[in-house]
């Protein structure tokens, strides 16, 4: 029987090459490329469960703009491994944004984008671009309200693009607003062109790691210089190179095993994003906000001055892009080693505490108003009656808590008016509140006689003083119930 | 591992001049049919997904309701479908717009989009304000801008008032936002 096998195995190899397509694998690269260099072949294994996942769920998803929804739906709570599918196709992008970032740090650390792997890297920029467009039309194929909305905000920024924004705009939108078209250009997008498109530059950029060598990792002191460093290259590989299958390869496999089981568990036990209202642009009560791979430009976007709002819009993108692109055109030679490049470890550091603490930012949006604040509680207000306690309800009804804390409740895209009193005078209120400032109505033609100053008198008791007294006051009345007791 | 697959071909130094003419001629033909075939394949295609920038949409009214269905000085969000929608639009033929009665018979319809940004502003009936809930822009009542940051006031559709009925332009999102 083996035999047997052996002899149809042989058959076949000859009529189809497989051992010869399956060649490169075994390609001699330098035997110190380790765990270092795991994170392109795990970015690849996630894009795999993102194909093989993106067309399961293909199987039941129809992209028209009056199902997608109730598809969804379907998907997530009727159909068989449904939400599991969901979940890993949703984890499977975010890990493959992860992965591609960290081998995108990796190469950029290790100067492996030098000379002669310059075209590599530019493949790979692409690629990191591909990714996060996928991520971006694949966040509205999770057609709810969510993702409406989504689409009218990014057909709002392509808007600014200088003469051809409004084409642009419409192109988005399929039309002149949302609708039957919408979805499935992006459907369309997001399932032929920008897969394709990734399938050409990962065919394309693992040929060129297979042409130009794995790169060895850096050694201090050791520059590249192009004229001599593929005789350098050849001759390390001749000395101490290692077949990439298997020796090298299984920390590889390893490593993908892993991003596997966390995907799969976190499909599992997290579950897929839950679908928000349905996306009918009638429903006014929504929150449009990207997946948390954007969330950081969501916050570039929010915290930069309004005035250069457009450009950084604009202009950051392809700033960045073009930067990531020819990095290795003016920087192709010399040190690799990162610790004979601080300006690259600065960089790289500076990137990612940038990215963090923006992403942290549009997590939080504190920019944004607090729709849900509800009415300050007796306690904070500590009166029942009277002109305090109506200021308090008109503080709560007139938006002020949807921007203002209060003792920690209310929004926060204001200042915190906790301890307001001790910072302005009566009349220093009254003018504010009538007026309004850089980022606060002018309530004075809104507000009836009587509302200014029960706000007025409410806003006075927020001092320093009387919240001390007050506490002092619950102190001592909790230790004679204690001491009764 | 440097060298290219293929070689580059040369010419064998036995060929003629007359046979080196005729091997540019094929390869200059070759070329100019795949752009034909290009061209054939690709003009169309473009032309198919680009369609939508081209597609004139006609101005209509429709019918948003009866004077009486709305208090003078009260500002209520109405839903409004696009009469021009494709057939499998399902909901997303509708859009939502905010209606204010001024007086007896001034209407004014903002459209829902802030104008920063495009996110969907939410009426504050008590504050008589507008607000977003993306990066938390303020108009006023009339639409004009009252803090945050968007550069101009809510849009408003044309609102009239015929045969005992409030009409509204045809809603489209406004692309309102420029550099």
Known sequence: MIKLLKTVWRWLDDRLGISVLLSPAKHIAP?????????????????????ASGVALAFSYISSSSQAYETLLFITNNA???????GLHYYGASAMVLMIGAHMAQTFLFGAYKFPREMTWTTGICLLGFTLAMGFTGQLLRWDSTAAWSVVVAAEQAGRIPIIGDWVARFILGGNTIGGATLSR????????????????????????????????????????????????????????????????WRDVVVSTLLIIAIALAAFFVGPPVLDKPPDPSILAADPRPDWYLLWYFGLLSLIPERIEGYVMIGFPILIGLFLLFV??????GERAASRRP????????????????????QHSPWSPNFEAQPLSGKVVRATTGPVFTGAQLFHDKGCLNCHLVEGFGGRRGPDLTYIADELTHDNLVIRIVNGGTNMPAYGPSLKPGELDALVAFLETRKHSLRRQEQQTETASSSMAATNE | MNTSLVESSSVPPTETPQEISRRRFFEKLSIALVGLCTAIIGLPLVG???????????????????????????????????????????????????????????????????????????????????MCPCHGGVYYSDGKVAAGPPPLPLFRYDVQVANGEVQMKQAIVPISTTL
């Not at chain 1, 470890?345 to 942290?360: C, D, K, P, Q």
């Not at chain 2, 204010?100 to 829902?112: G, H, L, P, Y």
Request: charged share 15%.
């Open chain 1, 343 to 362: 300006w690259a470890i600065a960089m790289a550091f500076l990137s990612v505490i940038m990215i963090g603490a923006l992403w942290w930012e549009g």
């Open chain 1, 80 to 86: 068989p491994f449904g939400s599991f599918l969901r």
């Open chain 1, 328 to 333: 290795p055109i003016w920087n192709h030679k």
């Open chain 2, 48 to 130: 198919f997904i680009v369609a939508p920038f081209f597609r004139k949409v006609p101005e209509k009214w429709v019918t948003i309701g009866k004077p009486d269905d709305f208090q003078i000085g009260k500002t209520v969000a109405i839903t409004v479908t696009d009469p021009s929608s494709l057939p499998w639009a399902g909901v997303t033929a509708k859009s939502g717009v905010w209606l204010r009665r001024v007086s007896e018979d001034s209407f004014i319809a903002f459209s829902a989009n802030c104008t920063h940004l495009g996110c969907p502003v939410r009426w504050l009936p008590d504050a008589e304000l507008f």
């Open chain 1, 31 to 51: 035997q110190d490329a380790k765990w270092w260099y795991v994170f392109g072949s795990a970015t690849l294994v996630a894009f795999i469960v993102q194909v």
């Open chain 1, 186 to 249: 992006f459907f369309a997008i997001h399932v032929f062109v920008l897969p394709g498109m990734m399938f050409a530059f990962i065919g394309l950029h693992l040929w060129l790691v297979f042409r130009h060598g794995i790169s060895e990792p850096p050694v201090a002191g050791k520059p590249v210089n192009p004229a001599t460093y593929r005789a350098e290259y050849e001759e390390l590989l001749k000395k101490s190179g290692k077949p990439f299958w298997p020796d090298l390869a």
